[in-house]
């Protein structure tokens, strides 16, 4: 029953069990699914004696490596309160508690199946190093089902006859335009041109999603939906040219219906238990098969990255569904972030004003008649350290690997075909950080310290998961903050509201977002309209 990766005598010599806590995991299954399957956790050569605790938890039998990883990430990052459990008569239970900090790896068995779990940040830079026997690319092709691209689609998709598979033929293109170079300067400078646009007082007058209150002279507003509003639609456009967001003008509400509850993708949750998140993944597919099927003249603007893949795939004869599918999973990783850290990085500095008149000054120069001199704001210190604070607090992302054939680790051997995680939030709490870790100190990053380059800050991942993305999404960021921050002055809409609360009850493949109902209301005004206020 316990799989381990010590030897058989080894693993009974150490193994000792707890009493077991035996719950019922109410989210993940109806009352109709077949019994829950046991869900164990134990260690792989703790000096210590081993503790295993064993949880029943709902689960298909046909669960995917991705549906097993995100499970397995939900309950590593979210230990809970036993006033909690006694209330709710449900828990969560955060297996490293039992083995007292180790950062020896472990392992989980699901349904059957065993995940090894990588804590540390020495072991995660030798599985980044192995890219022959530890494997990346199945996890992609459970996207592809999960997503829907029929059997042919993923065929072509992962053809190798002819070189390289499409799939790692994106990826390239995908760094090619990403990485920093020519590609990515004219990527930059389409994406601020939508979101100078877009911050304009008169867009800001004319935004009417959750409007709280508004006059010719301020208007008060729901911060998360603000960001949401002007980042995703300017992305869109930076990606995709003006032809998407006329297809759908509602995409980008689409889409944020979508990633509330695109965690149930990686569940494989069937249409009846999941009908709105279906209900916005086919909208924004049908928008996107309405684009490829237009001419591509009266598609202009698309970036090199949509430009050059597409052009491989119809060679390649793939359906202009599958290539809609195969570009929702790009469009869902460009847009599923950036909005987020906006939104929290502006909500910590409402709640540290002074630090938001220090960053205003800083940026003060890189603004210039509305228009950002990017390469001036990206040398702003400490508007950079808060965004590293930003990720640091709210970054929920994980990477994971197939396990192709035995791999040494350490002292120990990782079996063939078993699953491998790496969940990087436990990382970021770490005393390399200094004190109050679970505070918003951006100075942390400032000065001497080295944090930033530290093996154990990885809001981007790693090795050849790491995150193509991490450039423009920076630039993103900084922008769209500077720009506001210059334009505008934002205050609180009642300065006693909390900070809103991390979600971290829902699995999360980048940055967590609010708990459901949270979010900061904000007052904006014109600093011009502020300045003659008395």
């Known amino acids: 029953m316990f799989a381990s990766l010590d030897s058989t005598k080894a693993r009974q010599d150490s193994l000792t069990s707890l009493p077991l806590s035996s719950v019922t995991y109410p989210r993940l299954l109806p009352d109709a699914d077949p019994l829950p399957e046991r869900y ?4 792989l050569g703790v000096p210590q004696r081993s503790k295993v605790s064993t949880v029943t ?3 298909r039998r046909n669960i995917g490596s991705g549906s097993l990883c995100a499970l397995a990430v939900l309950e590593i990052h979210n230990p809970t309160n036993p006033k909690s459990i006694r209330a709710q008569e449900a828990t969560i239970l955060d297996p490293m508690k039992y083995f007292k900090g180790s950062d020896e790896p472990f392992s989980v068995t699901i349904a059957g199946t065993e995940l090894y779990i990588i804590t540390s940040s020495q072991d995660m830079s030798l599985v980044y190093r192995n890219t022959t026997t530890l494997s990346f690319d199945e996890f992609i092709q459970d996207l592809h089902v999960a997503f829907e691209m029929s059997a042919s689609g993923r065929r072509i998709m992962w053809d190798q006859s002819k070189g390289k598979c499409l799939l790692h033929v ?16 004219d990527l930059t400078q389409a994406l601020l041109k939508q979101i100078e646009q877009r911050l304009t007082w008169d867009q800001v007058l004319a935004y009417r999603h959750r409007l709280v209150r508004e006059d010719s002279k301020q208007n ?6 603000w960001c949401a509003s002007v980042l995703v639609p300017a992305a869109s456009v930076a990606f995709f040219g003006e032809a998407l967001l006329r297809i759908n003008e509602h995409l980008t509400e689409e889409f944020l219906a979508f990633d509330e509850d695109s965690w149930m993708i990686t569940y494989r949750y069937p249409r009846f238990l999941a009908r709105n998140m279906h209900y916005s993944k086919d909208r924004n597919m049908e928008a996107l098969i309405c684009y490829f099927r237009l001419p591509l003249q009266d598609r202009p603007g ?5 430009k050059s893949l597409e052009a491989r795939k119809r060679a390649a004869a793939m359906s202009d569904r599958d290539m809609a599918i195969s570009f929702q999973l790009f469009y869902w990783v460009t847009n599923a972030n950036a909005f987020k850290v906006c ?3 502006l909500t910590f500095l409402l709640h540290q004003p002074q630090t938001l008149e220090v960053i205003r000054a800083e940026t003060q120069p890189s603004i210039i008649n509305g228009k950002v001199n990017i390469v001036r704001l990206l040398q702003c210190t400490l508007l950079d350290a808060a965004f590293n604070e930003t990720l640091r607090l709210t970054s929920g992302a994980s ?5 192709v054939s035995s791999t040494p680790l350490r002292n120990k051997v990782l079996r063939k075909d078993t699953k491998l995680l790496m969940p990087y939030r436990q990382l970021h709490f770490q005393e390399i950080f200094g004190p109050q870790v679970k505070e918003f100190r951006p100075e942390r990053f400032l000065g001497k310290s080295d944090v930033g380059r530290s093996s154990e800050f990885k809001p981007f991942g790693g090795g050849i998961t790491y995150c193509s993305g991490r450039f423009i999404a920076k630039r993103e960021v900084m922008a769209f903050v500077a720009l506001v921050l210059h334009q505008y002055n934002l205050e609180l809409d009642d300065p006693k509201q909390a900070l809103p609360r991390l979600d971290e009850q829902k699995p999360s493949l980048g940055v967590i977002g609010p708990v459901k109902g949270d979010d900061t209301s904000v007052v904006i005004r014109p ?3 502020s300045a003659k206020r008395p």
Not at 170 to 185: F, S, V
Not at 302 to 306: G, M
Not at 399 to 403: D, G, H, K, L
């Open 527 to 529: 600093r011009a309209v």
């Open 40 to 43: 164990v956790w134990h260690t």
């Open 170 to 185: 994106g990826t390239d293109l995908h760094r090619a335009q990403l990485h920093p170079g020519e590609h990515l300067d």
């Open 399 to 403: 990477s994971a690997r197939t396990v």
């Open 57 to 59: 938890v709902g689960l």
């Open 220 to 225: 008060t507003l729901s911060l998360y939906d």
């Open 343 to 345: 939104f929290w990085l």
């Open 302 to 306: 698309a970036c090199y990255y949509v």
